[in-house]
């Protein structure tokens, strides 16, 4: 998607080059999120435009194949061992063909990515991690993208993740560095940063984003897309997600994200990496048909189809149809409506 550009014309190529920019500071990127939304909006469509195809929206498929029971302390996550109010069923690593079912269910439902979560602190070499590798395999020959969610990851375990051919390693900021340390006390936002490294280095793509409504100001949203900004390549990948507040954890109480105000970190997102996949992630089951449109006017191009996320439900198969049917060509619906 980000390499649609023209190959016989330099020109636009490196007017496009320099829309990616590395040295957003946070005080930019809050002025741009706090721009009137209308113009917010057109900016941020006027810059998708240029880097992307315009109604090319991506399919990832979720699917949590060891779910529960992590020893980290992520303050929005049912997985948390930390957090024993959550009603979640914990299960043990999916076997690979159980998995690889799933991946060809999703396939021909119309996925094009299939992305595995496993609830780890951190990836560990032996069986587990050799099954991981298995599935990754398999999603590819599938002729899917593959993703995965393992937790901490060392270079050489990256290194045999890309020798799987996995696509992109999914590994969020979550929030700003200052904010941060008010949801997780486990790890550091350096211990991310680590991980990230490890992933670049074996020459995987980056899935990086984060979380809204847990609690941050405008300008820890600002602060995590300037250290996003940063990373040069920019992360290829960038899931916004808005909090699905689960009962047990310590942000079950927490308001719901107003729509618009995620439409707003959408196209502030897009504005700030142009040539990344922006991918509306949780918190889409909560918005209407019309704000998931006003989203990908504002520059989102990817999102989870299928009934579930990870632990939580996302919005249903069914509702998608009907919004992918709405996105259709209008004479598409009309010879429908003529059988
Ligand atoms: N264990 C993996 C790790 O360490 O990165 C992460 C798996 S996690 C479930 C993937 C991402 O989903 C998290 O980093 C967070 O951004 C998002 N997420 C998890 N629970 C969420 C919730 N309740 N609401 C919104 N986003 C959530
Ligand atoms: C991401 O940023 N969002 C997805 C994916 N990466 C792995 C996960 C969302 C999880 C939502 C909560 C749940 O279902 O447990
Ligand atoms: Fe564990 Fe990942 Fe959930 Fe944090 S977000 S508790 S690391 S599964």
Redesign the pocket.
């Known amino acids: 998607m980000q390499d649609h550009f023209s190959a016989d014309d330099a020109r636009v190529q490196n007017d496009h080059q320099q829309d990616l920019r590395h040295d957003w500071t946070v005080e930019e990127i809050l002025a741009v999120h706090d721009r009137p939304l209308l113009e917010l909006i057109a900016e941020a469509a006027r810059l998708h435009a240029r880097h992307h195809v315009n109604g090319a929206i991506q399919k990832a498929s979720l699917l949590s194949v060891k779910t529960g029971g ?1 020893p ?1 302390d ?1 303050a ?4 948390s061992a930390h957090h024993k109010e959550v009603d979640l069923a914990k299960t043990p690593l999916m076997p690979v063909a159980d998995v690889l079912a799933l991946a060809a269910r999703a396939k021909n439902v119309g996925a094009d990515r299939f992305c595995m ?5 951190e990836a560990r070499d032996g069986a587990e991690f050799d099954a991981l590798i298995a599935m990754v395999r398999g999603v590819r020959d599938l002729g899917m993208e593959a993703c995965v ?4 990851l060392n270079e050489a375990q990256a290194q045999r993740l890309a020798e799987a051919g996995l696509t992109a390693y ?3 900021l ?1 929030t700003g560095p200052d904010f941060y340390p008010a949801i997780i006390s486990t790890r550091s936002y350096d211990d991310r940063l680590d991980t990230l490294k490890a992933v670049r280095a074996a020459g995987i793509q980056m899935c990086c ?3 809204i ?1 847990m609690g941050e100001s405008a300008r820890d949203r600002a602060a995590m897309l300037a250290v996003l900004a940063g990373f040069d390549p920019h992360p290829e990948s960038v ?1 916004i ?6 009962a047990g ?1 310590p ?1 079950a109480g927490r308001e719901e994200v107003d729509p618009l105000d995620f439409v707003r970190m959408i196209a502030t997102t897009r504005i700030v990496l142009p040539g990344s996949v922006v991918r509306l ?3 889409r089951s909560g918005l209407s048909r019309e704000t998931q449109v006003l989203c990908m006017v504002a520059g989102a191009n990817s999102l989870f189809y299928g009934d579930t ?4 439900p996302n919005a249903p198969m069914g509702a998608d149809e009907a919004l992918f049917a709405a996105l259709a060509p209008l004479g598409d619906r009309e010879h429908m409506r003529a059988k």
């Open positions: 992590c980290e992520c929005y996550c049912s997985q979560g496993a609830a780890w602190r969610t393992l937790g901490m999914n590994h969020n979550d984003g984060g979380i409504g899931p997600n808005a909090l699905v507040p689960v954890t942000l992630s949780a918190g996320l990870l632990t939580t």
